[in-house]
Nanobody
């Protein structure tokens, strides 16, 4: 499956942004779909995921209550709605697809397919 992330940009702190991840060569509902981010000089970190079974969502503590992952089967797309953005949310955001077990979904090795990343910059 190929993944294409988009929707990044420059926003002021406190504003919102929605990222999209379009899949081709596979259906998003067949995979656990995750979002990760990587800030300059830092390691890539888990943001959240939506499971293929039941569409359950899980988030990193740093974004819980502000970010929401959803899935639209008709468009074969997964979204990351980001509200109340903070300067520390500045990073390149990646979507990824996994067939791994639930317990591993916060880890990078669990994801076999990755999109190219989209830059999000939050100004103070």
């Amino acid at each position: 499956v190929q993944l294409q992330a988009s929707g990044g940009g420059l926003v002021q702190a406190g504003r919102s942004l929605r990222l999209s991840c379009v899949a081709s060569g596979g259906t998003v509902s067949r995979y656990n779909m995750g979002w990760f981010r990587q800030a300059p000089g830092k390691e890539r970190e888990f943001v959240g995921t939506i499971t293929r079974s039941g569409g359950r969502t899980y988030y990193a503590d740093s974004v819980k209550g502000r970010f929401t992952i959803s899935r639209e089967a008709a468009k074969n797309t997964v979204y990351l709605q980001m509200n109340s953005l903070k300067p520390e949310d500045t990073a390149v955001y990646y979507c990824a697809a996994s067939e791994s077990v639930l317990s591993a979904l916060a880890t990078i090795p669990a994801y076999k397919y990755w999109g190219q990343g989209t830059q999000v910059t939050v100004s103070s």
